[in-house]
């Protein structure tokens, strides 16, 4: 499950780094970051950085997993979810 659970992360880091790229302008991103829960401060302060898509998606912040979130749960749970127990 270990593998799964690595997997699992650098997948769901690899698409908040493509959302992040898909919000072009620190404009949209710090809209997009409010709509998903995140305080008007910190989400100005995210949009604004200078710091690239990866170092962001890996941010504290995690809000745009809300997003991957409501897509489907993790590749653990649908693992587990799939795979009959003998």
């Keep these: 499950m270990r593998t799964l659970d690595e997997l699992d ?5 690899k698409l908040r780094c493509l959302l ?4 072009k302008t620190p404009k949209t ?3 997009r970051l409010i709509s998903l829960g ?4 910190r989400a100005w302060q995210s949009s ?4 690239g898509p990866w170092w962001n998606s890996a941010s504290e ?4 997993d809300v997003v991957l ?6 590749l653990v749970a649908q693992h587990c979810a ?3 127990v003998y």
Excluded: F
Aim: aromatic share 12%; net charge positive; hydrophobic share 25%.
């Design 38 to 41: 995140l305080r008007p401060e």
């Design 48 to 51: 604004v950085n200078g710091r």
């Design 29 to 31: 991103r710090e809209r």
């Design 9 to 13: 992360w650098w997948l769901r880091r």
């Design 69 to 74: 979130r409501q897509n489907g749960a993790g």
């Design 20 to 23: 992040w790229r898909q919000w």
């Design 61 to 64: 912040s995690g809000s745009t």
């Design 82 to 84: 799939t795979t009959p």
